[in-house]
């Protein structure tokens, strides 16, 4: 029976080889060098067989029989592993879909191991499958291809743990990515690799993407750093690698910093929200403080009214009855409503500054020169007056101020008054 077949190898004598056997069998037998140029084949042609080599360039085997296994159109199409490290190698090739795998090993056993490939292809389902790998056995391990193998599932490994997602561009189509680009992209695996890069990227993006790949340096190029671009809406940063002496490959990082963005958003308004808050406080604590200095003035303003109107309208009175013939009972009853005046105005008269308690520009001089510890003698060298001016001066201070036949030293009494 004709089989439609599709061999893939990047060896082109090993490709010859399988493709020339096949043809001779009669079957129409289709060929590619790498997984790249097969899945664009596959797009228009459906085999029943493929032939696939396990290392290979832009796109190996393992991943295209695990894309080929996700095509509707491909779900019966029988899939033979090719590989010449089957004696280096520890892995399930049924797992990654593979119905058998062949081991590439002298080319009478090759040739021999195809033909049974073919002819297994028609057995029942059940029959189809091989456990072991065919030709195995006449081949040895080598060291050297196995430290290769253990090294390249090492690197493996670490590009898929990066956080970074990393694509390998070649000619403008995808042929790696690790899992987190294929997360960033939003694809899966069989539909992200060998689509086109710029495809991937919207409007905005893809004309600057556009131009680095056609870009041929040696150098590497960074989108984003200063300002994040969109890349399937998460915001990113880009960064370019080319592979040297190979102008048709491009390494691109993608780094998401779309909750680092966020983060940033967030402390930046909660920095604009803290300083506005900042801002009414302030302009709180001004009006406060103008409350206050006008609650004080206020209440200066009512003690030296309070003061006044006792000194201008209760003592003239009390001074007229105490000049009057008084018994002795009104003169104590006139002792105690002056006692107990001077006790309700004692708190406010030191608050108050000098010039309220009715003393006269001369006097308030003389007071200050006396608060400032000056002799009598010196105040009236100071002032331009005679010594017993002075001392008449001290006397009205003292009446004044309410000290008058008190025990009070006039010095340290005005210590007390403001200026």
């Known amino acids: 029976m004709i089989k439609k077949i599709l061999v893939v190898d990047d060896n082109r004598q090993m490709l010859e080889l399988i493709a020339n056997l096949l043809e001779d069998e009669g079957h129409q037998v289709v060929t590619a060098e790498d997984g790249l140029s097969a899945l664009t084949l596959l797009t228009s042609f459906s085999p029943d067989i493929m032939f ?7 796109i190996g085997g393992d991943k295209l029989c695990r894309i080929i296994r ?4 491909l779900q019966d199409c029988y899939l033979v592993l090719v590989t010449a490290a089957a004696a280096e190698l520890e892995f399930d090739y049924e797992a990654i879909g593979a119905d058998i795998c062949i081991a590439k090993g002298p080319s009478g056993s090759i040739v021999e191991n195809v033909l049974k490939a073919v002819e297994k292809s028609d057995s029942p389902p059940e029959e189809r499958r091989s456990k072991s790998i065919m030709g195995v056995d006449e081949l040895y391990p080598r060291q050297l291809t196995k430290e290769l193998l253990s090294r390249n599932r090492h690197l493996e490994t670490i590009l898929e743990r990066m956080a970074e997602g990393i694509m390998e561009v070649v000619s403008g189509k995808v042929v790696f990515a690790n899992s987190a680009a294929i997360s960033l992209s939003g694809l899966p695996q069989e539909k992200l690799l060998a689509s086109h890069f710029l495809d991937l990227c919207d409007d905005n993006l893809r004309p600057r993407m556009e131009s680095v790949l056609k870009t041929e340096t040696d150098k590497p190029f960074e989108i984003g750093q200063d300002k994040p671009v969109e890349f399937n809406h998460r915001q990113v940063t880009i960064k370019c690698l080319p592979v040297e002496g190979d102008t048709s490959t491009t390494i691109v990082i993608l ?7 966020g983060l940033q958003t967030k402390v930046e308004m909660e920095a604009e929200k803290l300083a506005e808050q900042s801002s009414r406080l302030k302009e709180a604590n001004i009006a406060l403080k103008v409350l206050l200095e006008q609650s004080e003035v206020h209440k200066k303003e009512l003690e030296e009214n309070f003061l006044s109107n006792v000194q201008e309208l209760v003592n003239p009175h009390l001074e007229r009855l105490k000049k009057s013939r008084l018994n002795s009972l009104q003169s104590e009853l006139i002792s105690a409503i002056e006692s107990s005046l001077d006790n309700i105005a004692s708190p406010f008269i030191n608050k108050l500054s000098l010039k309220h308690h009715k003393l006269t520009s001369k006097e308030i001089r003389v007071a200050n020169l006396i608060k400032a510890g000056k002799k009598n003698k010196e105040i009236a060298e100071i002032v331009g007056l005679s010594h017993n001016t002075i001392l008449f001066h001290r006397f009205n201070i003292r009446t004044k101020l309410g000290l008058r036949n008190k025990k009070v030293n006039l010095k340290a009494h005005l210590a007390s008054f403001n200026e």
């Open 52 to 58: 696939v080599d396990l290392v290979m360039p832009q």
């Open 70 to 73: 996700t095509m509707g159109h």
């Open 255 to 261: 780094t998401d910093v779309t909750e680092r963005i």
